[in-house]
Every structure is written in structure tokens, then in C-alpha cells.
């Protein structure tokens, strides 16, 4: 497949688009990249497809390798594994907090003491996800800008 | 958890409970033999049982995160172990009144309060943390909004 960049003026939207002859999991791999980086991932939910803002996105879960998009109202599941998605979203304020669990920063409301120094984040939908305490060291940092 | 991480946080709980001990020692001590009189071996008294029920800790030990669930079942096994640990050496040692059942009990007693305390000690750390955690978090959210 070749590639080619096409600079564009001001009076233009940005588009990308792919010239394909079958849509392939391969381009839909490259269409989802794409969405992810202006902000929305494709999630899917009762057989449906969904773009879901990033911005909307509480946390993001894996379970039995499966991962899932948590919004305040809905949960979707989605082709990309967690740590393809920490890598992603780090720039969209997204930071791992346990092995199975990415964290929309922006979300939490507050952060309480859990039980044998874990803590836990109350978010604004009003879901309480566990930081482990394995990753109190770079929630630090991340709040401080590092 | 990493082991380290771990034995950093048992060595903290080893002075936390030398302390504690030695707050106990005195309060029993005062309360059931206020005549006793002890010699400088004695003074390690409190060194020896913070070690010995350190031993009972390690049940807490987990490679993985452990669910609060899980923890708290096996802190209920770790407060039962202790126990057994002190009541036997209290069984044992030839200075303490075994009995008398109120010496027996005020041991157990100070043991469960001394591990309340250790646990409260514990979570306040955490809670100061917190804290602290929220500070960050609210600046954090407002630089970015």
C-alpha cells in the first residue's frame, strides 16, 4: 500500500483517506488508529458499532482478554488490547492503575484510602475503580506533569 | 507487590509494634504487678515479641493485588496467628501470672488493640496521602480543562 501526504490550505478540511480495493481488517486496524488519534475509538455494543469521544470515556478495563470502554452510560468492547491503548491515550490524559485498567484522569472526582495502601477513585459517573498500589508512584508523576 | 517494598513496609511495622508493645508492657504491667521490678534483659522484652509477631505477617504476603476481600481475610488469620504467638510465649515464660485470667485476657487485649492501632497508624499515612493526592489532582484537572 502506498502512502502519500497531500499538504492542504486552511480553506480545506483534513481528511485521510483510503483507496482500498476490499475493506479488510487491516485497513478497519488502520481506520480505528486514525478515529483514535482525533479522538474517538470505535466501540461496539449489543452487535452495533459506536464512535466514542475519548473525552467521554471513563476507564478502560480488560477482562478475559477482552478490553472494555466504560462511558458514564454505557460499556463497549473494543479491538485494541490495554496496552496498546496506554499507549494511545497517554497524550489524552489516560493512565494505568492496575494490570487490567486504564484511568481517564479528567473523571475521577476524588481519590480515598483503600484498604493496605491501595487507593481508590471515585469517578464522576460514581464508579470507584482500585489503584493498586504498584502504580501510586506514576499516578504521582503524571499528576505533577512528568 | 514487590518483596522489597514489602519488607521495607514489615520493618515499619517492627518499630510501629516495638513501641506499641512497650506502651502495652507498661500499662499491664502497671495495672496487675506494679511491685515488679525488671533488669536491663528484660528491656528487649518488647524487641523479641515485635520479631515474633512479625513472623505471623508474612500471611499477607501476595505476588499479586490482593482484593480487599482477600486481604482482610488473611489480616483476620495474621491478628489470630499473633495471638496464638503471644498467648504461648505468656504460657510459657515463668514471670507472667498465667493464672490469673484477667492477666490472660488484658494480653489478649493489648494485642488486639495494638494491632487496631498498627492498622489505624496505617491508614492514616494513607489518608494524609490521599490528601495530598487530591491537591494535585484538582490542579491537575484545572490545567487541563
Redesign the interface.
Known amino acids: 500500500m502506498n502512502v502519500r501526504i497531500e499538504q492542504v490550505g486552511n480553506e480545506h478540511d483534513e481528511l485521510v483517506l483510503i483507496r482500498c480495493r476490499a475493506v479488510t481488517d487491516e485497513v478497519r486496524e488502520i481506520e480505528s488508529f486514525v478515529k483514535s488519534r482525533a479522538g474517538s475509538l470505535t466501540g461496539t455494543s449489543d452487535a452495533k458499532q459506536y464512535e466514542i469521544a475519548v473525552t467521554d470515556i471513563c476507564y478502560i478495563e480488560s477482562v478475559d482478554g477482552k478490553t472494555f470502554l466504560y462511558t458514564g452510560d454505557g460499556v463497549y468492547e473494543t479491538a485494541y488490547r490495554i496496552y496498546e491503548l496506554e499507549e494511545l491515550l497517554k497524550a489524552k490524559?489516560f493512565l494505568r492503575i492496575?494490570?487490567p485498567m486504564l484511568v481517564n484522569?479528567?473523571k475521577?472526582r476524588?481519590?480515598?484510602?483503600?484498604?493496605?495502601?491501595?487507593?481508590t477513585a471515585v469517578l464522576h459517573s460514581g464508579e470507584k475503580v482500585?489503584i493498586?498500589?504498584?502504580y501510586v508512584k506514576q499516578?504521582?508523576a503524571?499528576?505533577?506533569?512528568e | 507487590?514487590?518483596f522489597k517494598r514489602f519488607l521495607i513496609?514489615k520493618l515499619i511495622l517492627f518499630f510501629m509494634l516495638t513501641t506499641l508493645i512497650t506502651v502495652a508492657v507498661v500499662l499491664t504491667g502497671s495495672a496487675f504487678d506494679p511491685e515488679a521490678r525488671f533488669g536491663y534483659k528484660e528491656m528487649l522484652i518488647p524487641i523479641e515479641y515485635a520479631a515474633l509477631c512479625m513472623l505471623p505477617t508474612l500471611v499477607?504476603w501476595s505476588k499479586r493485588?490482593?482484593s480487599?476481600k482477600a486481604?482482610?481475610l488473611r489480616k483476620a488469620v495474621m491478628l489470630v496467628l499473633i495471638e496464638g504467638v503471644i498467648l504461648l510465649i505468656a504460657f510459657t515464660s515463668s514471670v507472667i501470672d498465667t493464672s490469673r485470667i484477667e492477666v490472660v485476657l488484658a494480653i489478649a487485649g493489648s494485642v488486639f488493640v495494638i494491632f487496631v492501632l498498627a492498622n489505624l497508624f496505617?491508614?492514616l499515612k494513607?489518608?494524609a496521602?490521599?490528601k495530598k493526592?487530591?491537591r494535585?489532582?484538582e490542579?491537575?484537572?484545572k490545567?487541563?480543562?
Do not use: C, Y
Not at chain 1, 503524571?142 to 506533569?145: F, Q, T, W, Y
Open positions: 490524559h492496575s494490570k484522569l479528567m475521577i476524588s481519590i480515598q484510602p483503600a484498604f493496605n495502601g491501595r487507593f482500585i493498586s498500589r504498584n499516578l504521582k503524571a499528576l505533577k506533569g | 507487590m514487590e513496609n499477607t493485588e490482593l480487599a486481604m482482610l496505617v491508614w494513607d489518608a496521602e490521599a493526592l487530591n494535585e489532582l490542579a491537575f484537572q490545567h487541563h480543562a
